[in-house]
């Protein structure tokens, strides 16, 4: 993938929140359709669209709508078969942890400061 490509692949994860949430199965050969963001600020409102919808969605859920099983499929066969809670752990936080770290990549080749995950990079100032 582009730096484009993977920065609104990342953008886009969570809207998958609702194909998991509301119905028991997700046909990606039927209904995946590619993000067509372009530029910076396209992606910015994306992603505080759709981080705002992301939690909103996962408010009002019950345990046993987010222990239910929820199935992604291409066509007839069944790539996976989990619980939601599961499922969105899986394939929107996980997803989003692996990407960003190939992120960092293209922003280390770009000459881009690689901002901190989970406290300071290398490229922060120090505090002190």
């Known amino acids: 993938m582009s730096a484009l490509q993977l920065a609104a692949h990342i953008v886009e994860a969570p809207s998958w929140c609702s194909a998991i949430v509301d119905a028991d199965r997700y046909d990606f050969a039927a209904t995946y359709v590619p993000p067509a ?7 910015l409102e994306a992603h505080e ?8 969605s996962l408010e009002p859920l019950g345990d046993d709508h987010l222990r239910a099983t929820w199935k992604f499929v291409v066509g007839e066969k ?10 969105i752990r899986e394939t929107i936080l996980n997803h ?16 881009i400061p690689v901002p901190g995950a989970y406290g300071p990079s290398a490229d922060d100032p120090s505090p002190m």
Request: glycine content about 4%; aromatic content about 10%.
């Open 37 to 43: 963001w372009k530029t910076r600020d396209e992606l």
């Open 49 to 56: 669209r759709i981080t705002e919808e992301f939690a909103a």
């Open 78 to 87: 069944v790539l996976m078969e989990l619980s939601r809670e599961a499922a």
């Open 96 to 111: 989003l942890i692996h990407h960003r770290g190939q992120l960092s990549v293209y922003y280390r080749l770009l000459g």
